[in-house]
Nanobody
């Protein structure tokens, strides 16, 4: 079992930056690939970014490439999402998730554990 707790969300103006954190407890953090997803009001949950167990491989959805960076610190059991040049369309609840199974890394069904989410609101 893995428990995930996100933090760092808030209200920011368009063009600003935020750093989300996701602290993990429970089983060995470094054995999990990690991902960030988001869900805007009235919309489906969507994939944002993912990082491999060792941190050497990352992948992003097209809309955040060049603006967001996912990273992890296995010594601190934490994964981060650095968000720059934020836009109003980035407004959503952001969730981190952990996976061990092999599958589509952009699919929520591949992830076994989820955090409770943190709200990000970008004002234009």
């Amino acid at each position: 079992q893995v428990q995930l707790v996100e933090s760092g969300g808030g209200l920011v103006q368009a063009g600003g930056s935020l750093r989300l954190s996701c602290a993990a407890s429970g089983r060995t953090f470094s054995s999990y690939g990690m991902g960030w997803f988001r869900q805007a009001p009235g919309k489906e949950r969507e994939f944002v970014a993912t990082i491999s167990r060792g941190g050497g491989t990352t992948y992003y959805t097209d809309s955040v490439k060049g603006r967001f960076t996912i990273s992890r610190d296995n010594a601190k059991n934490t994964v981060y999402l650095h968000m720059n040049i934020l836009k109003s369309e980035d407004t959503a609840v952001y969730y981190c998730a952990a996976r061990q199974r092999i599958g589509a890394i952009q699919a929520g069904e591949t992830y076994d554990y989820w955090g409770q989410g943190t709200q990000v609101t970008v004002s234009s």
